[in-house]
């Protein structure tokens, strides 16, 4: 249908709990695109196919209307990648849009576990020393961070048997940054959560000024896939990781605390 921002708020306000549900929940099975003040959406289940129910939680507010664009460069190999990197940030506006002097950065890889480059489960060492290099370049001060999966107790042991594996060490030094040693951790509330409403955070993430992302898109035994939302699970301490598991057993529980954090 194509209507008016309003007449589709209004719609959404005065639907069903369950349908008001999904608009919030789901939007990522139809389509929500604005054109000035009109808007088109294509509807692709309904929320009883999706199993929703009244009983699960609920998101508050309104209708979430992103804006965002996307940015692909093509890179036929990790041996182009610093220049790939180069292109694809200048397109974004420049390192100076995300990292300004004297911040701490946190490149957020994904350090699943201890495994090469090429088993192509972590963030790859070439990506991250391009990034590293362009934020450092701009005053900034980057350092690697990461906890590992749910199996590996957060200790400098442990992080530098992985730095190590999946070339860190390598990538912090071609690009002039840190790793991160600190195995410390914050808590953190947040309130409006809608499953989950306090964590323990790694503690460079806590006191960065920025986070970037950089996370690596594979498969997933449980979520299907792994990307940045995926990514940012590796913020959770060692083995506290095991317990958001064993409680959130539910694929759809378990994405919503994702969301959450």
Request: one cysteine or more.
């Amino acid at each position: 249908c194509l209507a008016n921002r309003e007449k589709i708020r209004n719609k959404i306000q005065n639907d069903s709990p369950e349908t008001q549900y999904f608009w919030r929940n789901h939007r990522h099975l139809g389509c929500i695109r604005f054109y000035d003040t009109s808007v088109v959406l294509n509807f692709h289940a309904t929320p009883r196919q999706l199993g929703c129910h009244r009983n699960f939680p609920k998101l508050r507010g309104e209708v979430l209307i992103m804006e965002n664009k996307v940015y692909i460069v093509r890179c036929k190999d990790y041996d182009d990648v610093e220049d790939t990197i180069g292109v694809l940030i200048d397109l974004m506006g420049g390192m100076g849009r995300f990292a300004k002097p004297g911040e701490k950065i946190v490149l957020k890889v994904n350090l699943l576990r201890e495994a090469r480059p090429e088993a192509a489960v972590s963030t790859h060492p070439s990506v991250v020393a391009a990034v590293g290099r362009l934020a450092r370049e701009t005053g900034a001060i980057p350092v690697i961070a990461d906890s590992p999966g749910g199996g590996y107790r957060y200790t400098r042991k442990t992080l530098d048997k992985i730095y190590t594996t999946t070339r860190m060490h390598q990538a912090a030094n071609q690009a002039g940054i840190t790793v991160n040693w600190d195995t410390s951790s914050r808590p953190v509330s947040y309130a409006e959560g809608v499953l989950t409403k306090h964590f323990d955070i790694i503690t460079p993430v806590y006191e960065a000024d920025a986070v970037f992302n950089l996370c690596k898109m594979k498969t997933h035994l449980f979520t299907v896939m792994t990307g940045a939302i995926k990514n940012i699970f590796g913020v959770i301490p060692g083995l506290s990781k095991t317990g958001y598991h064993a409680k959130l057993h539910d694929m759809q529980r378990f994405t919503a605390m994702l969301l959450d954090l």
